[in-house]
């Protein structure tokens, strides 16, 4: 079986979003069904389709989110020593080398990833380009606007 790495937090995101889905959406889904039924005919009643389509949906997510934590591999950052090496779960402050602009990353999961908070996919060019490096190496990026070289100023375990 193929693990799939999450941080404490992501696993705790995803958790959250099964319990809202068996016990939130599953029933309004499941009212809405009802609701559409009691109109009469099935054959041209938009709004059962519609919900036929959202219970669909939200079975699928449950089945999707049930099997990534049955998988996942769940990685505490803080309990990491990797002795200054960048690895799934660091915290990676970066100086782009041609502009000296500094970005600071946290390396995570799939699910987890939002760019705006910080957080990228460990299976993104800029994070395998990080990955096995340490304070003070170069990364070089393979970006849509050219290839970018990133120094590595700060490797913690947030």
């Known amino acids: 079986m193929v693990t799939i790495p999450l941080t404490k937090r992501g696993a705790e995101k995803l958790k959250a979003e099964l319990h809202k889905l068996k016990t939130v959406d599953r029933h309004s889904v499941i ?59 660091a915290t990676v402050e970066l100086e782009e080398e041609a502009s000296g602009e500094r970005v600071r990353y946290q390396i995570v999961g ?33 970006a849509p606007g050219g290839v970018k070289h990133y120094e590595i100023v700060a490797v913690s375990y947030l």
């Open 31 to 89: 009212k809405a069904i009802s609701e559409a039924r009691a109109q009469g005919d099935l054959s041209e009643n938009a709004e059962y389709e519609a919900a036929k389509d959202r219970q669909g949906f939200i079975e699928g997510r449950i089945q999707e989110v049930e099997s990534k934590l049955a998988a996942a591999q769940i990685i505490d950052p803080a309990q990491v020593d990797a002795g200054g090496k960048v690895v799934f779960g």
């Open 110 to 142: 799939e699910d987890e990833a939002d760019l705006k908070h910080g957080l990228i996919n460990i299976s993104s060019p800029i994070a395998r380009a990080l990955i096995g490096k340490e304070q003070g190496d170069t990364a070089e990026v393979q």
